[in-house]
């Protein structure tokens, strides 16, 4: 219950950033950067539960749901990258390198290919052949959300 | 017998516990029993497709042949244009004998007595079985031979380049095959192995000291400045500064899909490595976990 309330004020969140104005959203960069964050767990926390029905750990609709999930939110990646939202999350850790927006197209052609690996984690969760789900499992993870990484997150040095 | 995995699609394969398995325990004791031996070539392939050779000696780029070279390899020493390494005898390694192949494995020196610059890695590829050298030359002797004119095993031509990398070498202690450690168990030994040969850790995760070397007493502590000018985290099982709140669970994990402990995957030069590792077998990668456990936590200097 608490999760979903959250999800449906991450989507509002989302959702009236994607309606306003530039000038707004420069007003709200923080919060934009905050909502990065919360969809980048998100969606760690989906391949969590993809990876905890691979371990016999969570059960298939769980699994099903995160997969689902995983495509939604693929979606809604470009609403938390917003221009004029460069800059480190909380840690400090990473950062969206400058192609996010100088490259914009060849970030959203990684957008559009790792959400294509989610619909094909999606139809292989729904099979539940195990050797299915780990081979999409790894091509989501490697080609989907670490090629995105490598191109445009950096590292930063503390 | 296919229990040397060469694809990615052997990740599947390698599941065959038993032929696995006595692959690895054929790997630690050469001498072992003769008659179970898989063939050089495909143990070759194995090798050579867990240390990634194929990621540098192939120009992918330009639509170069698997394993004949040419890709232009930027690195702290020059830019090098990696050599051909298929067995096409005019500009390939047709015509190495197996003392070329393994002095310019071991010690990085071409049979026309040029050095190679070490972003060849041979400092790792010094500690190598004879038997590993001699299996990954077969498979390497077994591709098709491509003619790629070319420089074949030319390094940088910088000559301040090759100043520093004459140094870092011969700063780099280079003491020749790995010696197991019969007081510990055959999977720490495995483990150590891989990490000191194919697998290359230290490469990145160990900072260098001012002449080039790896810094035996921060060995895997991690570096702000690692070969890319990029920050290389540190894997020592430190609980704050390192890994030491991993398992060895989440490190198979990580070597297997690149995802860490809170399943975030991991990009750049690591995603390079994950696709090594991920051919692994599964016992080699639980090896390298194994080890990795066990080595001496270091804190990151700037957490002290």
Request: proline content about 7%; hydrophobic content about 40%.
């Amino acid at each position: 219950m608490r999760s979903s309330l959250t999800l449906l004020a991450l989507g509002a969140a989302l959702a009236i950033g994607a309606v306003n104005s530039p000038t707004a959203l420069a007003v709200d960069k923080e919060q934009v950067i905050k909502d990065r964050e919360a969809l980048m767990k998100e969606q760690a926390s989906d391949m969590g539960s993809v990876k905890g029905y691979l371990d016999d750990k969570a059960d298939q609709a769980k699994a099903t749901a995160a997969a689902t999930d995983l495509i939604q939110t693929m979606g809604k990646l470009p609403d938390v990258f917003p221009p004029g939202t460069e800059g480190p999350g909380s840690d400090g850790k990473y950062a969206p390198k400058p192609e996010v927006w100088s490259d914009g197209k060849d970030f959203l052609a990684h957008r559009d290919t790792a959400a294509g690996k989610a619909e094909a984690l999606l139809a292989a969760v729904k099979t539940g052949d195990k050797a299915n789900i780990q081979t999409a499992f790894a091509d989501l993870g490697k080609n989907g959300c670490g090629a995105c990484h490598g191109k445009f997150r950096e590292e930063l040095k503390k | 017998m296919a229990a040397a995995p060469a694809t990615e699609n052997s990740a599947k394969s390698s599941r065959n516990k038993g032929g696995a398995l006595a692959f690895s325990l054929l790997l630690l004791t050469a001498s072992a029993a003769p008659a179970a031996e898989p063939d050089a070539v495909a143990r070759g392939a194995y090798l050579a497709a867990a240390a990634g050779c194929e990621q540098c000696h192939t120009d992918a780029d330009h639509g170069g042949q698997r394993y004949a070279g040419g890709r232009q390899l930027p690195s702290e020493f020059g830019t090098i244009t990696t050599p051909n390494l298929t067995p096409d005898r005019a500009t390939g390694i047709g015509g190495w004998s197996d003392a070329d192949f393994s002095r310019a494995m071991r010690w990085g020196i071409a049979p026309d007595d040029s050095h190679y610059v070490p972003s060849f890695p041979f400092v790792f590829y010094n500690r190598l079985s004879e038997r590993d050298l001699s299996d990954i030359k077969a498979f390497l002797g077994s591709l098709p031979a491509v003619s790629r004119p070319g420089l074949a095993g030319a390094g940088s031509t910088a000559l301040l380049a090759r100043a520093r990398a004459a140094i870092a070498v011969v700063a780099t202690p280079l003491p020749g095959p790995w010696q197991p450690d019969p007081a510990k168990d055959p999977i720490w030994n495995r483990g150590a192995y891989l990490v000191a040969t194919i697998g290359r850790c230290g490469y990145c995760h160990t900072p260098r000291t001012l002449l080039g070397a790896p810094d035996a007493d921060r060995f895997l502590a991690g570096t702000s400045a690692g070969p890319d000018g990029k920050k290389v985290p540190n894997i020592t099982p430190d609980g704050k500064a390192g890994i030491g709140n991993w398992n060895e669970d989440d490190i198979v994990s990580l070597l297997t899909d690149g995802h860490t402990p809170d399943f975030d995957f991991v990009g750049g030069a690591m995603a390079e490595v994950i696709k090594n590792t991920s051919r692994l077998s599964e016992e080699d990668r639980r090896a390298i976990a194994v080890y990795l456990r066990s080595v001496p936590a270091k804190s990151s200097p700037e957490q002290k």
